[in-house]
Structures are given as C-alpha cells and as structure tokens.
C-alpha cells in the first residue's frame, strides 16, 4: 500500500480538530510529566503531578531529597527510578541555567544527542521534549502510532529512528502539524484504535485494512 501520512493527519484533524497538546501548564511540567508517563497511564502521571505542584519549578525540585520526590511522584511507578531519571533531566537543565529560550536556540539533531545521553531519557520521551517543550518539528513515535500505522496496512521499520524518518521525509516540517499529529493519533487510539479496536464509526475507515464488523 502506498503510504500518505498526509491523508491520515487531514482525515485526523478533520474528525477531531486541533488537540492543543502537551497537557501541561508550563513547559517544564511538560517536561517532568514526559517522564513521568513512561511505562504507565496518564491518569497515574495526573495524580503525581497534583502531589508534585507545589514544587513543580526547576528550582525546587533541584533541591527536593530524591526519597521526598520519589514518595510524591508515587501514583506513578516505578517512582524511585523515575525520580532518579527526574533528577538526572534537572541536572543537563541545571546547566543551562533552567533558560529553556537558551536551549530552543541550540539545533534539532545536538540537542537531541544532549537528551538522549541522559538517564533515563529515551528516543520517545527526548522526542516528545524536543517538540512540545523546545518547539522544534519532530514525529514522535509512540505504541499509538505503531498500532494505527499497522493495522491501516503499512510495512513501517521496527526501529525507531528508521519508523520516524520514513514518516517525516513525508511531511511538512512544521511545528503545528508535527504537534497536532502526534496529539491526534494519541486521541486516536484512545477512540477508537484501541487494542480491541471500534471500526463502526472511525475517521480512517476508508483506508483501513483491519476491518471488524
């Protein structure tokens, strides 16, 4: 089947609209809550955050004892390695002097080397910073959109790096509907793409191959 990851973003926003995405007040609780979502839900990671607010600035929780914010950020699992991650991100951001205007400037690729070479910090949670913390265009690719992309009926590569190259030399590279697209397939999955997935009724019907009665 010939891909056109265009189409799907268009039939997407059209059912949907605009998803103004990340779920998050500033960016650096966007940040935090990226990390924070790994290997579990967003409500988890919401019940965190609440507990986590009346520090959730770079500052205090440079300053915060690993064992205090690893019981606050509980709710969400695996809560001392991700307190230890938390810490690991605040010590690169500490060097910036917590300037995130200062690190939006640096490039794509570098600072995407930069995040990945701290602990704990993988290509979808990097990627997921990049684009909704520091503005820069990037597919992040997640289970959502390896389940959605599979089962329309494209061939996509098993690595990372490979499944998002392919997606965005087909794209604009464009800020909104890099954002936007990510947004909208996360939404996707949750409607109607689920594991057990509701074909009555879905925006990509048409060009599904997977189709159940």
């Not at 500490?94 to 205007?101: L, Q, R, S, V």
């Not at 995407?112 to 820069?136: P, Q, V």
């Not at 389940?147 to 998002?164: K, L, T």
Request: charged residues 30%; proline residues 5%.
């Amino acid at each position: 089947m010939k891909r056109d990851y265009q189409l799907i973003y268009e039939k997407l926003y059209n059912h949907y609209g605009p998803q103004s995405w990340w779920p998050a007040e500033t960016p650096f609780e966007m940040m935090v809550g990226s990390i924070l979502v790994q290997n579990t839900n967003w409500r988890n990671v919401e019940k965190a955050l609440l507990k986590l607010r009346p520090y959730l600035d770079p500052e205090s929780i440079d300053l915060l004892p690993l064992e205090e914010l690893a019981q606050l950020i509980r709710s969400s699992g695996f809560f001392n390695i991700k307190a230890k991650r938390i810490k690991a991100f605040i010590k690169w951001f500490k060097e910036y002097n917590f300037d995130i205007d200062r690190i939006k400037k640096k490039d794509r690729q570098e600072l995407r080397i930069e995040l990945l070479s701290i602990n704990g910090i993988g290509r979808e949670t990097a990627d997921a910073m990049l684009l909704y913390a520091f503005e820069k265009p990037v597919f992040v690719v997640d289970a959502y959109a390896r389940r959605i992309f599979h089962r329309i009926g494209y061939d996509m590569p098993v690595s990372y790096d490979g499944f998002q190259k392919l997606v965005e030399k087909e794209l604009p590279y464009d800020l909104v509907i890099q954002n936007e697209y990510h947004a909208l397939l996360v939404e996707h999955a949750k409607q109607f793409c689920r594991v057990k997935p509701i074909c009555k009724g879905c925006p990509l019907l048409s060009i599904c191959d997977q189709q159940i009665d």
